[in-house]
C-alpha cells in the first residue's frame, strides 16, 4: 500500500518533475552545443593561440568533477558580487561542463573527414570560416551524431547531481522533498525516480544504437 500511496497520489509531482528536469536538459544540450561547437572550432583553427585556449579549456571540464563545478559557480560567483537563483547556475554548469565532451565529439567530427577535402578548398582559395560552413560542417555531422547521444544521454542524468544542490523543481529535488521533507517511503519513491529517468534516456539510448549500427554496416 505504501506503494501505491507513494506513486499513484503523486503522478502530477513526477509528471511535473520530469517535465522540468527534460526542460533543463534541452536548455542545457543547446547551450553546450553553440559553446562545444565554438570550442572545437577554435581547436582546429589556424590560428595557435585559439588552438590552445580551446585545449585549455576542453582539459580544464574534462578534469573538473561537475560538483566542484556547480560549486565553484553556486558559491563563488555570489562571492564576486554574481547573483543568480541556484537553477540559472546549475544549467550554466551544466553548460560549462557538458561542452567540454561536445567539443571533443564535434572535434572527431571534423577529423574523420579526409584532409584532401581541406586541401582541395585551400588550393580553390576558400578561407578557413568558408571551408568550415560549406565543406566540413555538413560530412562532420555523420560522424558527430553517435558520440554526441552518447554525451548529451550522459548530461540528463547529471541532471541529479544539479537537483542535489537544491534547483527545486526536477527529478531529484521531488524525490528528496518526498522522502525527507514529507516522509515518504524510499524505495517506492526512488523506483518512481528512476523510472522517470527511464522514460527520459530510454528514446536517445535507442538513436544512439541505432546510429552505431548504421555507421558499423558502411
Known sequence: ?????????????????????????????????????????????????FNKLALYWTELFKNCPLT?????????????????????????GLILYTSAYVSEAVRAGFEAI????????????????????????????????????????????????????GVGGELFSLANQLTVSEGRPVVPVFIGIACSYYVLLLPASIISARLETRELKR
Open 114 to 165: 579526409p584532409k584532401g577535402q581541406f586541401e582541395a578548398a585551400k588550393a580553390l582559395g576558400l578561407n578557413f570560416s568558408t571551408t568550415m560552413r560549406h565543406i566540413a560542417i555538413a560530412q562532420a555531422l555523420k560522424g558527430m551524431l553517435p558520440p554526441l547521444t552518447s554525451v548529451f544521454t550522459s548530461m540528463a542524468k547529471d541532471t541529479a547531481i544539479v537537483g542535489s544542490f
Open 68 to 92: 566542484v563545478v556547480l560549486f565553484f559557480l553556486a558559491f563563488g560567483f555570489p562571492e564576486a558580487g554574481f547573483n543568480a537563483s541556484y537553477l540559472t547556475f546549475g544549467i550554466a
Open 1 to 49: 500500500m505504501d506503494f501505491l500511496y507513494a506513486d499513484l497520489t503523486d503522478l502530477g509531482r513526477f509528471a511535473s518533475g520530469f517535465l522540468n528536469t527534460l526542460w533543463m536538459t534541452v536548455i542545457a544540450g543547446v547551450g553546450s552545443m553553440i559553446l562545444g561547437t565554438i570550442v572545437a572550432i577554435l581547436r582546429i583553427s589556424p590560428v595557435p593561440a
